[in-house]
């Protein structure tokens, strides 16, 4: 019975995952300076460039208007597990009064999802993430590298010119790096289990199953992240 209680253990320490989410807002505007390293511009920008306070709002806003301005947030070499953004589209386009502004989610592989508001002039939320259905393939996005943000190719019979408004454009990283490295050095390895050790007993950070002290199932799942973290 005891040989079996251990597999058991081992097999749920096995499943357990060695990464964890921390949430990134990447859209930044200081002083009418671009302070975020992530934010490129890849087209000439009409006069004022890109962020204003919309009305009856109290802080900056991404900007863009019709048929004028593309913003390309570049996001290779980040582990993405989702991203969000609202979103206000006065624009219509060639769609009558329908949104038509977008959010293109990209992926290393070259498939895309569009993200579009469902109102004109009402503010939405809009999310994607890894396993968002790729309009090109039709499987999940998986790595995602850029986010275009693009507005309408003609203005609104009510409100010409406008454009759309982005706000709260967030990002959630998938953290690399695992509990079990006691010293921080990106590996698990002997001077984590040293470590380990000299906390047997207690409640400390190698407390990993939050059991209230530091004993063998600790031990097991040291064990079974040993190496580079991930």
Known sequence: MKAITTIAVIAIILCLP????????IESFDNGNFTNPFFIHNMEFD?????SIPPNQGDFELFLHPNADLVT??????LIE???????????G???????????????????VALHASTIAVEETLTADIN??????????????????????EGNSQVPGIGAYFDDITINLIEAGCA????????????????????WGTDGPADFDDSGAVDTADLLILFANWGPCL
């Open 180 to 199: 079990e490295d006691l010293d921080g050095d990106g590996t698990v390895s002997t001077s984590d289990l040293l470590e380990l050790f000299a906390q």
């Open 94 to 112: 060639f769609a009558g009064n329908l949104p038509s502004s977008a959010v293109i989610v990209r992926a290393s592989s070259n498939d895309f």
């Open 18 to 25: 060695n990464t964890a989410s921390a949430q990134v807002e």
């Open 73 to 78: 947030f570049e996001l290779q070499g980040l």
């Open 47 to 51: 006069d004022p460039c890109c962020w």
């Open 132 to 153: 968002t259905i790729g309009q090109l393939f039709n499987k999940p996005l998986g790595d995602i590298v850029s986010l275009h943000f693009q507005v309408a190719n």
């Open 82 to 92: 989702s991203i969000s953004f609202t979103i206000r589209d006065f624009e219509g």
